[in-house]
C-alpha cells in the first residue's frame, strides 16, 4: 500500500519561499504521474503542479514562475519549491499519486493515493 508523507509547510510573508517534500512508500514515485494540489476549506481539491517520467513537468498558471517541482528518484521523494509567494496560495498541500501511470491530468479524481496534507499560510 502506497503510503505519502508531506512536509514543509508552515507561516511565510508574502514574497518569502518555502518547500515542500513528499517523500513515498510502498511505491515507486517516479513510476507514476505524481502532482501536488492544494484545498481552501468550501473549495475543491485544486491542481498545483505535476511531473512525470523523464522529468517533464506543468503547472496551473497560477503558479507558473513562481513554483518548481521536482523529483529526487533515489529518495522516491517529490518536491515543491515555491517562491515569490503571496497571501492567495494559503491553503492545505497534498502530495498525490496517479492511478494512470504518466497518463497527464489536472483532476483530483486521477489520483488514488494522498499525502496527510501540509498546510502553508502566506501573511500580507
Known amino acids: 500500500q502506497v503510503q505519502l508523507v508531506e512536509s514543509g509547510g508552515g507561516l511565510v510573508q508574502a514574497g518569502g519561499s518555502l518547500r515542500l517534500s513528499c517523500a513515498a512508500s510502498g511505491g515507486t514515485a517516479s513510476d507514476y504521474l505524481m502532482a501536488w494540489f492544494r484545498q481552501v476549506p468550501g473549495k475543491e481539491r485544486e491542481f498545483v503542479a505535476g511531473i512525470i517520467y523523464l522529468g517533464k513537468t506543468y503547472y496551473a498558471d497560477s503558479v507558473k514562475g513562481r513554483f518548481t517541482i521536482s523529483r529526487d528518484n533515489a529518495k522516491n521523494t517529490v518536491y515543491l519549491q515555491m517562491n515569490s509567494l503571496e497571501p492567495d496560495d494559503t491553503a492545505v498541500y497534498y502530495c498525490?499519486?496517479?492511478?494512470?501511470?504518466?497518463?497527464?491530468?489536472?483532476?483530483?479524481?486521477?489520483?488514488?493515493?494522498w499525502g496527510q496534507g501540509t498546510q502553508v499560510t502566506v501573511s500580507s
Open positions: 498525490g499519486m496517479s492511478r494512470w501511470g504518466h497518463y497527464v491530468t489536472q483532476s483530483s479524481r486521477d489520483f488514488g493515493s
